[in-house]
């Protein structure tokens, strides 16, 4: 299993690219960043940044979006940082949330992200593609390598990402929600002759290292509480779309209930204060959060569903500390153990 941090690119810019050069020191393959122009500082700008002041993370967005940038511009983008720091970049997409409805916009179409992941795909490969009648290609692109993983959690996104995506996002770590999704996307790739080992399942929530104490667990499950927020606009969606009783779990469902409005000036904060309808249960199943222990044991049944990344949200008030208890203890037991002599 590999391992990244999530982090918001809040200013000072240089306090992401510290958090980003510690993460590679603790061993996380993946920094991954919000793209959401607005709320936060433009994050390519800071993805380059990074880049130069590490040596071996790969870089991408979590996620993007069809809707806020040209697909070319994306791509353009993409193609010029692995030119000039050697393939390290990877592209999380999505339908689009807060970069969209903070400018009062709606999700795109999955068929408009469909021909977006072609579209940047291609390019971002140094390939040539079919593009408003035009046929497109970078002149200056040699040797480009990106991969486009997608951000889903309604059925027909499910699909889409099944049948197109090089790997899905799942912004939560609930297992038995994982379970049917990972079923659902696999699925789905193999209907179009899709090979579903090919693609990487990324589950993505906070995490954070606490003490076995009862003080300990409330402090965690209020840090982390805005995740549940968070996660309710896309469900609040499909709810709209699919209604109560669909094949969607109602683990997934059913905490939306309470849910009365959500203010994206305080999206992503620990400190949300519109939240309360999120029930500490969800927090703990949609996060992984305790003791390197609890950690552990989690994440080995996620690996056991398929998931090939986990990517760790830091917004709390204990990244360093619980990167480095990922760095000595988590990391390291969910790897590959090869000894000198046998």
């Not at 197109?164 to 038995?176: E, H, Y």
């Not at 996060?287 to 398929?306: D, M, N, P, Q, S």
């Amino acid at each position: 299993m590999d391992f990244g941090v999530v982090l918001q690119t809040n200013p000072p810019a240089a306090r992401t690219i510290q958090l980003s050069q510690l993460a590679e020191a603790h061993g996380f393959s993946h920094v991954w960043t919000f793209d959401s122009h607005l709320l936060w500082e433009e994050p390519y700008v800071v993805h380059s940044a990074i880049l130069a002041a590490t040596r071996r993370v790969t870089v991408g967005p979590f996620v993007t979006n069809p809707a806020t940038r040209d697909w070319t511009v994306t791509a353009s983008t993409f193609a010029t940082l692995n030119e000039m720091y050697g393939n390290r970049t990877i592209c999380g997409i999505g339908r689009g949330d807060s970069a969209v409805r903070v400018t009062n916009g709606r999700p795109t179409t999955l068929k408009a992200l469909r021909e977006s992941i072609h579209v940047i795909r291609e390019l971002g490969n140094s390939r040539a593609v079919e593009y408003n009648g035009a046929t497109l290609q970078f002149p200056w692109s040699r040797g480009s390598k990106l991969d486009v993983w997608v951000a889903a959690y309604g059925p027909l996104a499910l699909k889409l990402t099944g049948e197109v995506g090089d790997g899905f996002i799942l912004q939560l770590a609930d297992l038995d929600i994982a379970e049917w999704m990972i079923k659902t996307v696999r699925k789905a790739a193999e209907n179009v002759g899709r090979d579903p080992d090919e693609i990487a399942f990324c589950v993505a929530a906070p995490m954070y290292i606490g003490e076995d104490t009862p003080e300990s667990r409330a402090h965690m499950i209020e840090q982390c509480r805005w995740f549940g927020g968070m996660v309710g606009n896309h469900v609040a969606d499909i709810v709209a779309k699919y209604g109560e009783g669909s094949d969607v779990p109602a683990a997934l469902t059913d905490y939306i209930a309470g849910r009365t409005g959500y203010d994206y000036n305080s999206h992503g904060k620990s400190d949300n204060d519109h939240v309360d309808f999120v029930p500490d249960e969800i927090v703990e199943r949609f996060c992984v959060l305790g003791t390197a222990e609890e950690h552990i044991a989690k994440l080995e049944k996620l690996r056991a569903l398929g998931v090939t990344q986990f990517a760790g949200y830091l917004q709390h008030d204990n990244k360093e500390e619980t990167m480095r208890v990922y760095g000595e203890t988590v990391i390291p037991a969910l790897s590959e153990h090869v000894t000198a002599k046998r």
